[in-house]
Every structure is written in structure tokens, then in C-alpha cells.
């Protein structure tokens, strides 16, 4: 008999065309033992919980909680996981459209593997369907992993909705501490603690781009020309955006989470370093010379590009305004 997986979907105010195409896209996978638990964050659109409330009488193989008030995106998942029961876990936004052979695919992979966790490629598409990147991978030089590696400590791997798990993962996962900023990451890192990591390059799911994108997959360009328009285009208001919105939020914060759920003792040492390293970085405002730590924590597989743009702003931060300025 199949095993069953818990797809776990949070909805909050969505779009409901995008909505509809979603779980449409899951009920209609190959692979049919499977458990879609959804839990609607208050929606002030009765619509959205009108058109979740007929799904779940139409399927049994789905489990609706409306939260009578709102608890955020973070606590929104760690409710799913607390709720799920299966060995094996989905994430799901509530606006991509999934293949049909997404979870099939991801399953077959991480039994083969015998890894704790599989992500897998995807296309990303605009508010109307149109295929803006036919590679997620290559786009967001995503970094691939086979096995065990640093770079799930250092950087998040694969964004939540690529994502397939084990129960073992989700056990050491809950409850969530204060410094959970990120399900996907975390999920990652404790994978990697335990049996490891694998990824697919094929794309089985379209991962929608638009303007109400809690994360979203915009370019350091598009993020950045969004914080100009608000902050200003001075060198001060630059060095302001890559402490605050690039250092501490996309790594440092990642990184003080995983410190919290860390077992294995090397892991702890290489936390301690990789902080350290964060902070060091925050107090440099001309250049920073220490850029053989940065390929001793944050080089990888498929991440060439990526480390051209993160020494840049790490290490040489005035060159990295000059190259961005006018973005």
C-alpha cells in the first residue's frame, strides 16, 4: 500500500483564480494517497474560505482549519505540522500550479536516496501564467545538494513549496522557537543533520511570481530598486539595506535559527564561525579582507554567479554601490 503525504497549505487573503488552480493542481497528481490539511489565517475574504469549505466537502482527502485570528505566516505552518501525521510531508503556497507527477517524482527520489528531504526545480510565472524563468535553478543559483553539506547551514536550499520531507524532520522541526524565521530552512538544516539531502533537476511545479509575494523570487536588483524608491539611493541608505535586509535577514537570522536546533557538535563550531563572520561583515563599510572565509562558508555547487554578487557586497562593499546605484 502507498504511504500517504500530508500536503500542508496555508492560505491567507490569496488570489482565489490562483487559489483554485493550486489545489486543483495537487488533487489531480498522480500520486493519490495523499492528505491536503489547510488552514486559512482569518481571511478577511469570505470568498476564499466559501471556496476552501466546498473543496473540502467535495474531497475527502482534504482537512480545512479556518484560525479564528491570525497568527502569522510562521505559526500559520508550524499548526500544519503539528497536525500532520503522515512519514511523509509537502509544503504548498497557495498560488503555484504543481505537475502531475510532482509528488510522485519528489517520493521515488527520497526513497531511492534514502535522504531525509528532496527539492526539486521548478519554472517561475507571472500573475497571468506567463513563463518568466524556464529554470529556477539556474535563475536563482539555487544551491544543489546530494548527501551533506555546509552550504544547508549557511544559505536556505530550495524554496518550501519544492520541498518534500520526512516525519523524522518534522518532529525535530516543532515546536518552532523565536527564531524560526523560515520553515523551508529549517527543514533543510535538520535534513541535513540527519539522513541528508537530494535534489531534482527537473522543474515539477510553476512558482508564481507577483506583487503580494510574502518571499517571492525577485532578483537583488528588483529587492533593491524596491528599497531606493522607499529609503533613497545614498551610499548610507546602500550600507543600511545590505546590514539590515541582505546580511541579517537572508543569512545571519537563517543561521541564528539553525544554531537553535543544532545537535551535531561540528555543525555548533561551524555555527559559532559563520556568525562570527556575519557580524564581521556588518561593521565593514569601504572593503572587507577576508574573503577566504566566505569560500569557506558559502561556496557550492551551481552558486558561481551567486558568489560573484555576494563578494561584491560582502567584501568590497563601495564597489558593490557602484554596481547597484543605478540599478
Known amino acids: 500500500m502507498e504511504e500517504k503525504v500530508d500536503i500542508l497549505l496555508t492560505t491567507y487573503n490569496t488570489n482565489t483564480k490562483y487559489l483554485k488552480e493550486q489545489i486543483d493542481s495537487i488533487l489531480n497528481q498522480t500520486y493519490t494517497n495523499i492528505h491536503l490539511i489547510i488552514s486559512d489565517d482569518n481571511s478577511p475574504n469570505e470568498e476564499i474560505k466559501e471556496i476552501l469549505k466546498q473543496y473540502e466537502k467535495q474531497d475527502k482527502r482534504i482537512t480545512l482549519y479556518i484560525q479564528e485570528q491570525n497568527l502569522g505566516y510562521n505559526k500559520n505552518f508550524e499548526f500544519l505540522l503539528k497536525k500532520s501525521e503522515a512519514n511523509y510531508i509537502a509544503f504548498s503556497d497557495h498560488d503555484d500550479i504543481w505537475y502531475k507527477e510532482k509528488i510522485d517524482k519528489c517520493l521515488n527520489k527520497l526513497i531511492k536516496e534514502k535522504v531525509d528531504m528532496v527539492y526539486c526545480n521548478s519554472r517561475q510565472i507571472d500573475e497571468n501564467?506567463?513563463?518568466?524563468?524556464?529554470?529556477?535553478?539556474?535563475?536563482?543559483?539555487?544551491?544543489?545538494?546530494?548527501?551533506?553539506?555546509?552550504?544547508?547551514?549557511?544559505?536556505?536550499?530550495?524554496?518550501?513549496?519544492?520541498?518534500?520531507?520526512?516525519?523524522?524532520?518534522?518532529?525535530?522541526?516543532?515546536?518552532?522557537?523565536?527564531?524560526?524565521?523560515?520553515?523551508?530552512?529549517?527543514?533543510?538544516?535538520?535534513?541535513?543533520?540527519n539522513k541528508g539531502i537530494a535534489y531534482l533537476e527537473e522543474?515539477?511545479?510553476?512558482?508564481?511570481?507577483?506583487?503580494?509575494?510574502?518571499?517571492?523570487?525577485?532578483?537583488?536588483?528588483?529587492?533593491?530598486?524596491?528599497?531606493?524608491?522607499?529609503?533613497?539611493?545614498?551610499?548610507?541608505?546602500?550600507?543600511?539595506?545590505?546590514?539590515?535586509?541582505?546580511?541579517?535577514?537572508?543569512?545571519?537570522?537563517?543561521?541564528?535559527?539553525?544554531?537553535?536546533?543544532?545537535?551535531?557538535?561540528?555543525?555548533?563550531?561551524?555555527?559559532?564561525?559563520?556568525?562570527?563572520?556575519?557580524?564581521?561583515?556588518?561593521?565593514?563599510?569601504?572593503?572587507?579582507?577576508?574573503?577566504?572565509?566566505?569560500?569557506?562558508?558559502?561556496?557550492?555547487?551551481?552558486?558561481?554567479?551567486?558568489?560573484?554578487?555576494?563578494?561584491?557586497?560582502?567584501?568590497?562593499?563601495?564597489?558593490?554601490?557602484?554596481?547597484?546605484?543605478?540599478?
Not at 530550495?158 to 529549517?186: N, Y
Not at 518571499?215 to 524596491?226: D, Y
Not at 552558486?303 to 540599478?327: N, S, T, V
Open 129 to 193: 501564467g506567463k513563463v518568466l524563468q524556464d529554470n529556477y535553478f539556474k535563475y536563482k543559483n539555487v544551491p544543489l545538494i546530494n548527501g551533506k553539506s555546509h552550504i544547508a547551514i549557511s544559505r536556505y536550499i530550495g524554496i518550501g513549496c519544492s520541498q518534500l520531507i520526512t516525519k523524522q524532520v518534522r518532529d525535530k522541526m516543532i515546536p518552532f522557537t523565536e527564531d524560526v524565521i523560515a520553515h523551508d530552512w529549517l527543514a533543510s538544516f535538520i535534513a541535513n543533520e
Open 203 to 327: 522543474q515539477l511545479f510553476d512558482y508564481r511570481l507577483h506583487t503580494n509575494n510574502v518571499f517571492g523570487g525577485r532578483s537583488l536588483k528588483q529587492n533593491l530598486s524596491i528599497w531606493k524608491n522607499e529609503n533613497g539611493n545614498t551610499y548610507q541608505s546602500y550600507l543600511k539595506y545590505r546590514r539590515e535586509r541582505v546580511i541579517d535577514k537572508a543569512y545571519l537570522n537563517g543561521v541564528k535559527m539553525c544554531k537553535e536546533y543544532a545537535v551535531d557538535n561540528k555543525n555548533k563550531d561551524f555555527i559559532e564561525k559563520l556568525i562570527n563572520y556575519y557580524e564581521n561583515l556588518k561593521k565593514s563599510k569601504y572593503i572587507n579582507f577576508h574573503i577566504i572565509k566566505y569560500f569557506r562558508f558559502l561556496a557550492g555547487k551551481n552558486l558561481f554567479k551567486q558568489a560573484i554578487k555576494e563578494i561584491a557586497i560582502f567584501h568590497f562593499p563601495i564597489l558593490g554601490y557602484l554596481i547597484y546605484r543605478d540599478a
